[in-house]
């Protein structure tokens, strides 16, 4: 009947939405689950297309590190523990295209915030390029051959030489290792291609709504507004459930949060 009515299960069960039926897939994957004739063939008036057509962002590569701690404070050092700060952004090759391929690499160091992230006398880094590693190059590659995990040695080797500007010795100090490709995005993040999300270009609308043009399916997570990353994913999942209830219903729950005092200012 062209409405949203509920979702099937690759078991075969079906579960059944009594107002709406809410995605958190990408828009890609969303719309690969919504059988071919009842896939919306308007557009949304504002925001983003719905019909494949938003474009994508490259994908990543990861290097997620345990190392030995001991002797960092010795380290040429910004504000904070060991020397070290808790984020930087590294350019390789370019100051001029922070988008080229394999340029930006951003890095972490959560356990300066949390010493319990990792063991006494270690820390946990994360290394990654800033949505700037194709897909294209992994396309189709087996993950347990020796050709992929070649692979991925050799596009991780510029992650190391960042990361070798702030820590110079850190390759003696590992403990874990841990190297993610395009491909461990697309699987165990169920992100299509791999990607990041979709661009946000500012004074544009290019990325979709909560609301869509099939009646009975929303949509939030970070393909739509207001984007990528962790507080925007969220704030859709809120503008989703905003869309669900009445100008009426939220000044009644508003009214209620007030006379509890849970209203924040």
């Known amino acids: 009947g062209g409405r949203a009515v509920g979702v099937r299960l690759r078991s075969g069960e079906e579960l059944r939405a009594r107002k ?18 009842n896939r919306p063939k308007s557009q949304p008036r504002r925001g983003g297309p719905l019909n494949g057509a938003l474009p994508m962002t490259p994908s990543f590569m990861h290097l997620h590190l345990g190392i030995r701690s001991e002797g ?29 391929e394999r340029n930006m690499v951003i890095i972490s160091i ?33 993950r347990n051959s020796e050709e992929y995990r070649a692979l991925k040695a050799e596009r991780a080797e510029p992650l190391w030489r960042a ?19 395009p491909l461990t995005h697309e699987r165990f ?17 290019t990325i979709p709504y909560a609301a869509t043009p099939l009646p009975g399916l929303l949509h939030c997570g970070d393909s739509t507004f207001p984007g990528i990353g962790v507080p ?18 939220q000044v009644s729950l508003m009214n209620e949060l007030d006379r509890k005092n849970q209203l924040l200012p």
């Not at 709406?20 to 004739?37: F, R, Y």
């Not at 270690?122 to 290394?127: D, F, I, K, L």
């Not at 100090?173 to 190297?179: H, K, N, Q």
């Not at 169920?190 to 270009?201: H, N």
């Open 20 to 37: 709406a039926v809410v995605s958190n897939a990408d828009v890609w994957a969303t719309l690969s689950l919504i059988p071919e004739a």
């Open 72 to 100: 960092m404070e010795k380290l040429p050092g910004t504000e904070g523990e060991d020397g070290l700060g808790i984020h930087y952004s590294v350019l390789l090759d370019s100051f001029d295209d922070i988008e080229a």
């Open 110 to 142: 959560p356990t300066l915030l949390d010493p319990t992230l990792a063991p006494p006398g270690h820390h946990v880094v994360h290394v990654y390029y800033a949505a700037n590693e194709p897909y294209e190059t992994w396309a189709g590659m087996k």
């Open 163 to 181: 990361l070798e500007k702030i820590i110079p010795d850190v390759r003696s100090r590992v403990v874990t290792e841990l190297v993610a490709s």
């Open 189 to 205: 993040l169920r992100r299509t291609r791999g990607t990041y999300g979709p661009p946000l270009f500012v004074g544009s609308e």
């Open 232 to 249: 925007s994913a969220a704030a859709s999942g809120m503008n989703a459930a905003n869309t669900l209830v009445s100008p009426l219903q």
